[in-house]
């Protein structure tokens, strides 16, 4: 079924569309971008749906955006998205504003049942009995002009996602969970809205727990210098300095351009080679006191295996039945539990385990590590 919709290539046209979303009390959104050799997602089209209009908005004609942000900040709408983690990225680095009050239906399904991290066509084949066509899924958003086929599958995201909402909303009011889902929508905006702190950088280096805190001391500058980097060139951080290449930089710490050669390409030591060393340099400077402290992975923790066990037996027994295990507590949230646990419980930056909705599951579990 073709799905009419607006093509909107205006600021007119687009105050407009959004001055009538306004006007209702929820609306479905969605974006399609492209990210391949950038560090920050390129958009390449808006899909917005009112309940009436399915609008698509071309971001490469339109200038003034001042409408539509108004409308992702209106109290008074609720916006709906689905699997949206990538979507708020969209908007935070483009507009500097997300989406409130949102709810993510990934979540919702989740806490109706339908599995953790349900993908929207199997949620359109749930609800509506309707098989979601993907053939466009890896269309190059920002080529114009789009084809009628791509143009559809757009609309398609927010057609069936809005009425897909109000189904579900009809179902969460035999559901006791609708205020954990508010909580872990509003959690997904307060995590966006956190900057990266560039010094910690070298944590998400995948090797780096083989090295000592010498070495770390010279990873945490090389790190830094590619992740700002990046965001400086929005270039994607492999395309800057390999992330491999970073861990043996850090762990050989070579003095001469020749030595990277063994390990790097040679149009990158043609570019950053001599960058490199200086950074090397930098990072024997750092003074011992100064070192960041040796990374412990959790499963070579002497107890964690037995730890985890027991967290996961304790979270069997309290799970509620209506929830399913993953979702109150997952392999990451007990990690998380169990790394404050032996850091002595410390007040501050508390597990999920520990806050909001889950704190009293949270606190069940934690017993077991007492």
Request: charged letters at 25%.
């Amino acid at each position: 079924m073709a799905i009419p919709y607006l093509w909107v290539d205006s600021d007119e046209k687009l105050r407009e569309v959004c001055e009538a979303a306004r006007q209702k009390k929820a609306v479905a959104l969605d974006t399609e971008f492209i990210r391949i050799r950038t560090f920050y997602p390129q958009l390449g089209l808006i899909q917005l749906f009112d309940g009436q209009t399915v609008s698509l908005i071309d971001p490469q004609k339109i200038q003034d955006f001042s409408a539509f942000c108004h409308l992702l900040a209106d109290e008074q709408v609720t916006k709906v998205l689905h699997a949206c983690s990538e979507d708020l990225e969209v908007f935070q680095h483009r507009f500097q504003q997300l989406p409130t009050p949102m709810i993510d239906t990934q979540i919702m399904a989740g806490f109706l049942g339908l599995g953790a991290s349900i993908g929207f066509a199997k949620l359109v084949a749930h609800y509506l009995e309707i098989e979601l066509d993907k053939g466009a899924s890896r269309t190059d958003w920002l080529a114009r002009p789009l084809s009628e086929v791509q143009l559809d599958y757009a609309a398609a995201d927010v057609w069936y996602l809005l009425p897909i909402y109000q189904k579900m909303q009809e179902a969460m009011q035999e559901n006791r969970w609708m205020p954990a889902v508010r909580e872990e929508c509003e959690q997904l905006l307060q995590k966006r809205q956190k900057t990266v702190n560039p010094n910690k950088a070298y944590l998400d280096i995948s090797q780096a727990w083989q090295l000592m805190p010498q070495q770390l001391a010279v990873l945490q500058v090389l790190a830094k210098w590619r992740l700002e980097e990046a965001q400086k060139r929005d270039l994607a951080l492999n395309f800057v300095v390999k992330e491999q290449s970073l861990f043996e930089i850090a762990k050989t710490q070579p003095k001469h351009t020749s030595e990277l050669l063994n390990f790097m390409h040679p149009n990158e030591v043609r570019i950053h080679g001599k960058k490199l060393l200086w950074l090397v340099e930098q990072g024997q400077a750092v003074p011992q006191e100064n070192y960041p402290e040796k990374i412990n992975r959790l499963f070579d923790e002497v107890g964690y295996k037995q730890a985890l066990k027991a967290m996961q037996q304790k979270l069997a027994e309290i799970r509620p039945l209506d929830l399913p295990a993953e979702l109150l507590a997952s392999k990451r949230q007990l990690n998380q539990l169990f790394k404050w646990h032996r850091q002595g419980r410390p007040q501050t930056n508390l597990p999920e385990l520990m806050q909001g909705w889950r704190a009293n599951f949270g606190q069940l579990i934690a017993e077991v590590l007492a």
